[in-house]
């Protein structure tokens, strides 16, 4: 009889790491990982780790729960290992359909794990909010499962009635920022929760975290090594919000997930059918629909179009649902603009 496999002595039983300490994972650069730990005070190092070898191809990626070993002392030149991950609660993904020219480009990549919320950044004006772009970030939250939060800047430049009376149905919660304003609204939305901040370039993504962390100048700078060009792998890194005026010492003021590497959110992962969850004020229409019913424009029977007719949802939100689906189907490129002419608000 041929040995087996299973009658080979088990001697390398993998070790349980009993003394692993718990990390949280703030950025991540070339297979380098920066943690904190979660009782640490604001002054303490970051920890550098690398993944251990037992993990096997999971991936790490910011705002993952992990257990350290090794040299934890965060000192420099210090390097502990990573030799769990713990269960995320959610997980924001994106098709990295920014360039579909590579293999690597069309992947599906996990952006954060572990986010509550999803702070869409649109301004007012210069540049004009895009609902096309804000409706693929809510496509992206709802499918994760992540609270929306759209932060709408510049209010001094423009007032929010366009973009509010667009998603009146939706009850989306809401802010607005103009440079002076109080930020407490949103400190208070923020505080105790990991909220993940996306946005367009010029949008006042940068100004808003810099206000929001006063360190984040030298937050970033501890994690500079990373970068912020297209060309490092680095899409995200983690800062953490001070303290609340009058919150009990110890309790978690939350963190901002900053995503300078996330230009668009590619959706080709999302299936048709949680596309829709992205669009909860046309759901309720589809139970009218015939069975497998695909929701485009060319279905004559779509009850989509009678229930937008009779009044009850926007008719710009169905046209973005269907330039999404669209898109998704390889007909064309949902964030060109010029699909829908008439809608200045459309881009995304
Ligand atoms: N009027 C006005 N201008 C603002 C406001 N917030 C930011 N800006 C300006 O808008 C420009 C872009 O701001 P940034 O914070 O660099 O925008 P960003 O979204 O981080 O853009 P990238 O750095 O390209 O990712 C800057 O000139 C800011 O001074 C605001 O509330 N009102
Ligand atoms: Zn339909």
């Not at 990390?23 to 303490?44: E, H, K, S």
């Not at 590579?102 to 919320?117: M, P």
């Not at 992205?278 to 309720?284: I, K, S, Y």
């Not at 169905?318 to 881009?347: C, T």
């Amino acid at each position: 009889m041929r040995p087996g496999r299973s009658s080979r002595p088990r001697t390398r039983t993998r070790p349980r790491h009993d003394d692993a300490v718990d990390g949280f994972v703030i950025a991540v650069d070339r297979g380098r990982y920066t943690c904190v730990r979660p009782d640490a005070g604001l002054d303490d190092p970051v920890v550098t780790a690398m993944r251990a070898r037992e993990l096997g191809r999971k991936s790490v990626v910011v705002g993952d729960r992990v257990g350290l070993v090794g040299d934890v002392s965060g000192a420099p030149g210090a390097l502990a290992r990573i030799v769990r991950i713990a269960e995320r609660t959610s997980v924001l993904r994106r098709t990295a359909d920014d360039d579909d020219t590579t293999a690597e480009g069309r992947l599906e990549r996990v952006v954060v794990a572990n986010a509550d919320q999803l702070v869409i950044v649109s301004a007012l004006a210069d540049p004009p909010p895009r609902t096309g772009f804000i409706d693929r970030c809510l496509v992206a939250a709802y499918d994760a499962d992540i609270e929306p939060l759209l932060c709408l800047t510049k209010a001094d430049l423009a007032g929010p009635e366009a973009v509010l009376g667009y998603y009146t149905e939706l009850e989306l919660p809401y802010v607005l920022i103009r440079p002076g304003s109080e930020l407490a609204d949103l400190r208070t939305l923020l505080a105790g929760r990991v909220s993940v901040m996306v946005g367009h370039s010029g949008v006042g993504k940068s100004t808003l975290v810099n206000r929001l962390v006063p360190e984040a100048e030298r937050a970033v700078g501890t994690v500079s090594a990373i970068g912020r060009g297209r060309h490092t792998s680095t899409s995200a890194v983690a800062l953490r919000l001070p303290p609340e005026p009058g919150a009990r010492a110890g309790g978690d003021p939350g963190w901002i997930v900053d995503t300078p590497g996330v230009r668009s959110f590619g959706l080709a992962h999302v299936s048709a059918e949680s596309l829709l969850h992205g669009f909860p004020d046309l759901v309720e229409a589809t139970v009218d629909c015939p069975a497998n019913c695909p929701h485009t424009a060319d279905e004559a029977t779509c009850a989509l179009d009678a229930w937008v007719a009779a009044g009850k949802a926007d008719p710009r939100r169905l046209a973005s649902y269907r330039r999404l689906l669209a898109s998704q189907s390889g007909e064309g490129d949902a964030r060109e603009p010029e699909r829908n002419p008439g809608d200045p608000l459309a881009g995304s």
